[in-house]
């Protein structure tokens, strides 16, 4: 059976450092992995998504995340954190011709 | 291009009554997905339609039904309402057949069941 885990029910980083924002998973076969962001009373934004290819896979507001097979991880990335990064992320996982599992979400505090 | 919009956004209803909840997805859009979020579960998987097929359905149990019209909207349906169905059911839509297509999602409709 599928599942996704993100371990840590909030992180909390200080403007201008990196921050992460970790997701496992478990899949049979080839997955493929999505992070979305969702801010205060609005719904759900696309991040960025993994598929194939590159491990390293850049998305939306300077946000990026590295594909590790054999750890099966896809940890969200950004150099350096904003004010405005502050939200709820998640963390989502399917493979093909199956439906799709979100992780419970990570809240990332942003500390000015 | 107009997005995903979901009506009505708020709801208050009673216990043991239904509830219909629509969502209308961007313009050329052909598959609609329904989720629920609650604080406690987070995001789960309700049901996909695409092309007015169901292709995936999540576990809920029958009293959740959706369908999705040849114009591709879509309506989900809750019928004998529970307390614990008070939620954000949120409604997604995405281009394309295949299932790596990236989801874009409504503001989401806030149930209440009192």
């Known amino acids: 059976a599928q599942s996704v885990a993100q371990p840590e029910d909030q992180v909390n980083v200080a403007e201008g450092n990196p921050l992460t924002v970790k997701c496992t998973y478990s899949?049979?076969?080839?997955?493929?992995l999505f992070w979305y962001v969702q801010y205060p009373n609005r719904g759900l934004q696309f991040l960025l998504k993994?598929?194939?290819?590159?491990?390293l896979v850049k998305g939306s507001y300077g946000f990026e995340a590295e594909f590790n097979k054999s750890q099966t991880s896809f940890h969200l990335k950004k150099p350096s954190a904003l004010v405005s990064d502050s939200a709820l992320y998640f963390c989502?996982?399917?493979?093909?011709?199956?439906?799709?599992?979100f992780g419970k979400g990570t809240r990332l505090h942003i500390l000015p | 291009k107009a997005g995903v919009t979901q009506t009505p956004r708020y709801l208050i209803k009673t216990r043991g009554q239904q509830v219909t909840l629509s969502c209308s997805p961007i313009?050329?859009?052909?598959?609609v997905s329904w989720y629920q979020q609650t604080p406690g579960q987070g995001l789960q998987f309700l049901f996909e339609?695409?092309?007015?097929?169901?292709?995936n359905k999540g576990n809920f149990p029958g009293r959740f039904s959706g369908r999705q019209f040849s114009n591709s909207r879509s309506e989900m349906n809750v019928s004998t309402l529970e307390l614990g169905d008070s939620a954000l059911y949120l409604c997604?839509?995405?281009?394309?057949?295949?299932?790596?297509?990236?989801?874009?999602f409504g503001q989401g409709t806030r149930l209440t069941v009192v």
């Open positions: 997604a839509s995405s281009g394309g057949a295949n299932m790596n297509t990236e989801a874009f």
């Open positions: 989502a996982v399917r493979s093909p011709y199956d439906k799709i599992i």
């Open positions: 313009s050329g859009h052909r598959s």
């Open positions: 339609y695409f092309s007015e097929t169901q292709r």
């Open positions: 899949v049979s076969g080839n997955p493929y």
């Open positions: 993994y598929i194939t290819g590159d491990n």
